[in-house]
């Protein structure tokens, strides 16, 4: 009787591979086909680690160049460049944003994103993100491309201010004019996981008009679910960082994401029985 590979039947279930694959030779077969999926996955990523070092170089210091590798909770960095306009490291996390594209699986339909609005330390920035995917079209990273237009603007601003003498148009109908449609911010570029989690409890304690140690089982609900749906439960230490800011403990955390859970379960049941 031939037996079910134990590293197809796991690799089954995160895509890697599309059906059990009944070996005699129990594992040798089939982690030859995963280690050849893996290996062409990173020779992938080595290709854009290079290109984010000539982007770097060929657009110069105002624009940060970002790498990052998709592969669930070991999710990182894997380069990072003219990294002094966010702050970021490696070990930063994944923004916001990211987080977002991957649980909607906005990749699915889009290649790209450009010229979105980031912010990072208070200063706005010009995003753009590529989705890579290997040739089963899964996503397995993200090259970011952060624009800090501080500059650009001051000379504007100046060349603006000597342009209005020049042709007598008084300086607050430009400031105006500029000023009129500022866009909002769609990605935080965060140093850590604790402040992805901030982002979004602050945001919350200022709808609720409330402080941490006032908010009610249904306020952390809602906020447990905010996060949720963010996907920021993909993050190592999320749970445990989440715990800490909402002053409760992690089984805390973990019943309020089964109630959760449980309630949409519900929803489907009705649906399905209607």
């Not at 944003?97 to 920035?125: C, F, H, M, P, Q």
């Not at 109908?173 to 935080?188: G, L, R, V």
Request: glycine share 4%; charged share 25%; aromatic share 8%.
């Amino acid at each position: 009787m031939r037996k079910i590979c134990k590293i197809a039947f796991i690799f089954k279930q995160t895509l890697l591979l599309q059906k059990n694959y009944h070996c005699d030779n129990i594992c040798l077969r089939c982690e030859n086909i995963i280690m050849s999926k893996i290996i062409a996955d990173e020779q992938i990523l080595e290709q854009y680690r290079r290109m984010s070092c000539f982007l770097a170089g060929a657009l110069g210091e105002d624009y940060e160049i970002v790498l990052h590798e998709i592969k669930g909770d070991e999710s990182r960095i894997v380069e990072i460049l003219n990294s002094h306009i966010s702050g970021r490291t490696k070990d930063s996390p994944l923004t916001d944003l990211a987080l977002k594209v991957i649980k909607n699986r906005e990749y699915e339909k889009n290649d790209y994103r450009i010229n979105y609005t980031g912010v990072s330390n208070g200063k706005k920035l010009i995003s753009s993100t590529f989705f890579i995917k290997n040739s089963r079209d899964e996503l397995i990273g993200m090259l970011c491309i952060n624009y800090d237009p501080t500059k650009a603007c001051e000379f504007i601003k100046d060349y603006s201010i000597r342009l209005s003498h020049i042709l007598r148009v008084p300086t607050s109908m430009w400031q105006s004019a500029n000023t009129a449609a500022q866009p909002e911010a769609i990605e935080n570029l965060s140093h850590s996981v604790s402040d992805v989690i901030k982002i979004t409890i602050d945001s919350a304690l200022k709808r609720f008009s409330s402080t941490i140690d006032r908010l009610t089982f249904e306020e952390k609900l809602l906020i447990i679910q905010e996060l949720e749906e963010h996907n920021i439960f993909i993050l190592k230490g999320a749970v445990a960082e989440t715990a800490a800011q909402l002053h409760t403990s992690i089984a805390s955390v973990y019943r309020y994401l089964n109630k959760i859970k449980e309630g949409r379960e519900e929803n489907f049941e009705t649906i399905t029985d209607n």
